[in-house]
């Protein structure tokens, strides 16, 4: 069966960085889209990061040039590595499998960033 399971979040002070992995199984991870979704307490989902099946990346513009995205087919894990991280970068992320564009139809369990000094 289609498994995501994220991994690399964490407590970290304003300004540092941190490394999300979400390993995949059960599918054809080369095949398919992958993203990345947040969401703050207290508030809705928020698209963070896409990445297409042949490399191309996409990003919020409340995390450009502070993040990216990258994708080891090999190793059939998704990775979010986050730079400059800030408060309001505090959430839970979700990494989530492209289904039918442009709707999402597997999802990981989520790991905690907590971005606080």
């Known amino acids: 069966q289609v498994q995501l399971v994220e991994s690399g979040g964490g407590l970290v002070q304003p300004g540092g960085s941190l490394r999300l992995s979400c390993a995949a199984s059960?599918?054809?991870?080369?095949?398919?889209?992958m993203t990345w979704v947040r969401q703050a307490p207290g508030k809705g989902l928020e698209w963070v990061s896409d990445i297409n099946s042949g490399g191309g990346t996409y990003y919020a513009d409340s995390v450009k040039g502070r993040s990216t995205i990258s994708r080891d087919n090999a190793k059939k894990t998704l990775y979010l590595q986050m730079n400059s991280l800030k408060p309001e970068d505090t959430a839970l992320y979700y990494c989530?499998?492209?289904?039918?564009?442009?709707?999402?139809?597997?999802w990981g369990q989520g790991t905690q960033v907590t971005v606080s000094s």
């Open positions: 059960g599918f054809t991870f080369s095949s398919y889209d």
């Open positions: 989530a499998r492209m289904g039918t564009w442009p709707t999402w139809d597997y």
